[in-house]
């Protein structure tokens, strides 16, 4: 895809997409249809894809609820926050990484257009689990500071 090809309204992640593939927390951004058109590379590590080709609310990535049950659609907090329009946060959910269950804190918030419908849901997440590394992480990225969970 050529960035000419990407919906103008988001080019402003991708502008900062180098700094937001800096980060230790994984950043989706679904347009309001549920289309993910965006993830940074954390987001993509945890949630266990490569491209964004297909992507939508009815993909899941195997996201279960913090205990391992089955989670609904309807209860991701990208699809809670199209609906209703308000943020949710920390919400915890769960997915497996090699037989482990690992536990996923998602903030999901709402970006209006200028319009002030609301234009896309920005989605913030990181791994929660106890002394548990994303995939593909170092060894000395675990020795951050434990206020951060």
């Known amino acids: 895809m050529l960035l000419s090809d990407l919906p103008s309204a988001i080019d402003t992640l991708v502008r900062y997409g180098d700094l937001l593939s800096g980060l230790d927390i994984g950043i989706l951004s679904h347009s309001s249809d549920g289309i993910v058109e965006y993830a940074n590379d954390a987001a993509r590590n945890w949630l266990g894809f490569g491209g964004l080709s297909g992507l939508g609310l009815d ?10 049950s089955h989670l609904a659609l309807s209860e991701l907090p990208a699809v809670q926050v199209l609906c209703a329009g308000g943020p ?12 482990e269950l690992h536990l996923l804190r998602m903030d999901a918030i709402p970006v209006p257009g200028f319009d002030g419908r609301l234009e896309r849901v920005v989605t ?6 106890a002394g548990r590394l994303a995939p593909g992480a170092d060894e000395d990225e675990s020795a951050g500071d434990a206020s951060t969970a």
């Open 88 to 99: 949710v946060t920390g919400r915890v959910v769960g997915r497996l990484v090699g037989g």
């Open 124 to 129: 913030a997440f990181r791994d929660v689990s």
């Open 59 to 68: 993909n899941t990535w195997s996201l279960l609820g913090a205990d391992g």
